[in-house]
T-cell receptor, first 110, second 115 residues
Framework: DAKTTQPNSMESNEEEPVHLPCNHS???????IHWYRQLPSQGPEYVIH???SNVNNRMASLAIAEDRKSSTLILHRATLRDAAVYYC???????????FGTGTSLTVIP | NAGVMQNPRHLVRRRGQEARLRCSPM?????VYWYRQLPEEGLKFMVY????????ESGMPKERFSAEFPKEGPSILRIQQVVRGDSAAYFC?????????????FGPGTRLTVL
């Protein structure tokens, strides 16, 4: 699995949109982009995943660059409950595991 | 449908003792993954098991660590002769299938403290 690069930390005001970037310049054509988040003292939970097209679900949106070398997780209205570490992960068809980097620690300011 | 269950949630051991961590996957899930998270770090893959088989143990230390997923019962991660450096949170995840789009469902973790 290829590596990803994320900012260590970000802040957002409550009820404002948040854009969490991820660089994955060595991504291969078969790698899927996954996002998980880990709330304090909990296990990670799934947020969203995609391959080429932008994706939306009830939690977030995933915007994938045309060359797939970067992606952005979008939380449309941050709440205090969104404060967590967000991990951007690549997974290929042969991979048995997820590679978690250090992620982005998101602080939501009331 | 209950989520992934891990027990104990907290485990304290003295150096040299054995630690046994249990993971019950979600109902219908036959794929189990173990991860370790050191303080202030991301999760590191340890081992991937499918019922009765170890598929990938490339992240597992060669000594003192072992894992199993028997036909009946939970998956077990065993750490023999624990040392202080084994203190960490250990997370188990399960999935119904294996593939690049499969979601892994994580348990709440077992926090191991070695005195």
């Amino acid at each position: 699995d290829a590596k990803t690069t994320q900012p260590n930390s970000m802040e957002s005001n409550e009820e404002e949109p948040v854009h969490l970037p991820c660089n994955h310049s060595t991504i291969s054509g078969t790698d899927y982009i996954h996002w998980y988040r880990q709330l304090p003292s909990q296990g990670p939970e799934y947020v969203i995943h995609g391959l080429t097209s932008n994706v939306n679900n009830r939690m977030a949106s995933l915007a994938i660059a045309e060359d797939r070398k970067s992606s952005t997780l979008i939380l449309h209205r941050a709440t205090l409950r969104d404060a967590a570490v967000y991990y951007c992960i690549l997974r290929d068809v042969t991979g048995n595991q997820f590679y978690f980097g250090t992620g982005t620690s998101l602080t939501v300011i009331p | 449908n209950a989520g992934v269950m891990q027990n104990p949630r907290h485990l304290v051991r003295r150096r040299g003792q054995e630690a046994r961590l249990r993971c019950s996957p979600m109902k219908g899930h036959s794929h189990v993954y173990w991860y370790r998270q050191l303080p202030e770090e991301g999760l590191k893959f340890m081992v991937y098991l499918q019922k009765e088989n170890i598929i990938d143990e490339s992240g597992m230390p060669k000594e003192r660590f072992s894992a199993e997923f028997p036909k009946e019962g939970p998956s077990i991660l065993r750490i023999q002769q624990v040392v202080r450096g084994d203190s960490a949170a250990y997370f188990c995840a399960s999935s119904p299938h294996r593939g690049p789009t499969d979601t892994q469902y994580f348990g709440p973790g077992t926090r191991l403290t070695v005195l």
